[in-house]
């Protein structure tokens, strides 16, 4: 398996664009999750699926973001409208249930100007 | 509910010096502990990982014990090198939480020769 891929490796927009990320899980994992990680804030956990049905979005910042997950092999994180301070490095992982351990991605590193 | 908090860093070691970060982690049930490695650019990789209570964990020279009594799961190597330098993060997963993991707020490791 190539593991769990994440697109694009790097964004840059401009403030108040729409940023679509994207995530495709390990084949059979049926649990993903969306982290972003800042100097400042560490590594933060946004959402968590499970079954492709989101289980915990408490992490999620404000309404600017929403994550969907139509299948067990796709994932998207959407921020719209972006701002200079959704800068950060975007992460999805992936793993089973119960969880052996978690997959990351090479992550997606966004900027916003 | 369920957390884990490790050490602060940065960490600057020499070469060839012995590695200690503290991890302790707060959890109902019986957790999964784990150790994950992020190196400059890359996404988060497990490092070792332990299920159950007095289990010993390790890689590539790295060890932590699952110890129930202390509640922890320290981060050791007797020997340290450059290419350890890197961020080292704690995590748990838990049954009771719905397999989510928490993670640390990761500790930056800086090997000097």
């Known amino acids: 398996d190539a593991g769990v891929i994440q697109s694009p490796r790097h964004e840059v927009t401009e403030m108040g664009q729409e940023v679509t990320l994207r995530c495709k899980p390990i084949?059979?994992?049926?649990?993903l999750f969306w982290y972003r990680q800042t100097m400042m804030r560490g590594l933060e956990l946004l959402i968590y699926f499970n079954n492709n049905v989101p289980i915990d979005d408490s992490g999620m910042p404000e309404d600017r973001f929403s994550a969907k997950m139509p299948n067990a092999s796709f994932s998207t994180l959407k921020i719209q409208p972006s701002e200079p301070r959704d800068s950060a490095v975007y992460f999805c992982?992936?793993?089973?249930?119960?969880?052996?351990?978690?997959?990351f991605g090479q992550g997606t590193r966004l900027t916003v100007v | 509910g369920d957390s884990v908090t490790q050490m602060e860093g940065p960490v600057t070691l020499s070469e060839e010096a012995f590695l200690t970060i503290n991890c302790t982690y707060t959890?109902?049930?019986?957790?999964?502990l784990f150790w994950y490695v992020q190196y400059p650019g890359e996404g988060l990789q497990l490092l070792l990982k332990a299920t159950k209570a007095d289990d010993k964990g390790s890689n590539k020279g790295f060890e932590a014990t699952y110890r129930k009594e202390t509640t922890s799961f320290h981060l050791e190597k007797g020997s340290v090198q450059v290419s350890d330098s890197a961020v080292y993060f704690c995590a748990l997963s838990s049954p009771n939480t719905g397999n989510q993991f928490y993670f640390g707020t990761g500790t930056s490791l800086t090997v000097i020769p």
């Open positions: 084949s059979g994992h049926n649990s």
């Open positions: 992982a992936s793993s089973n249930d119960p969880a052996e351990e978690a997959f």
């Open positions: 959890a109902t049930g019986y957790p999964s």
